[in-house]
């Protein structure tokens, strides 16, 4: 086999998309809580599934078969020694990075200027930090939890395979 490390990329990125696992779990002080992944979402508020998640995953399970049918396509030329690059398993994980950034300047800035209520949102990205809003003399304080499943952690393996693939490829160039 002329790419073994791109094989191996493909085959351990289909194992992670076929997981019908959450990657990665957000709550906000027990009200609103969901686990997610590139692939499904479940959104609990109050304890009660939202519509809107069923809705989502119609949508997410299409990319999901998307990603599936690009995977093995991959492996399929791999196999026969041909050479097809399909990064989108080295950037989902990435983004699970890039996220709790946005979401920071989202509740900082957006909800912040457009309610014109002082919100004081730490950058999170792994771990637990309080949510303060102030209003009206009062105080409000959630307590913001963000932790990647043991999934997502298996899901940058195809992201590191990637990586020496691409890095070895341009040492033969």
């Given amino acids: 086999m002329k790419y073994p490390i ?3 990329y493909y085959i351990i ?4 998309v ?3 696992l959450p990657w990665w779990y957000y709550s906000v002080g027990g009200i609103f809580q969901t686990y997610e992944s590139p ?3 479940s959104l609990n508020f109050f304890g009660d599934s939202l519509i809107l998640g069923n809705i989502l995953n119609i949508l997410l399970n299409a990319f999901r078969i998307y990603v599936v049918v690009n995977l093995i396509y991959g492996i399929i030329l791999v196999t026969r020694n041909n050479k ?7 950037w989902l994980p990435i983004f699970y990075f890039i996220d709790p950034i ?5 509740i900082n800035y957006f909800l912040g200027l457009a309610l014109h209520i002082p919100i004081s949102y730490p950058i999170l990205i792994i771990g637990e930090e309080n949510l303060s809003v102030t209003s009206q003399g009062a105080n409000i304080r959630m307590l913001i939890i963000s932790e990647p499943t043991i999934l997502f952690w298996v899901s940058l393996i195809p ?4 990586v020496l693939f691409l890095t070895i ?3 033969k160039n």
Avoid: A, C, G, H
């Avoid at 946005?102 to 989202?106: C, D, H, Q, T």
């Avoid at 992201?159 to 990637?162: A, G, K, N, S, V």
């Fill in 6 to 8: 791109l094989f191996s």
């Fill in 13 to 16: 990125s289909l194992i992670v």
């Fill in 169 to 171: 490829e341009r040492k």
């Fill in 84 to 90: 097809y690059r399909y990064s989108t398993m080295f």
């Fill in 159 to 162: 992201t590191i395979l990637y």
């Fill in 39 to 41: 692939f499904q979402i």
């Fill in 102 to 106: 946005i979401i920071y300047f989202i």
């Fill in 18 to 20: 076929l997981i019908p």
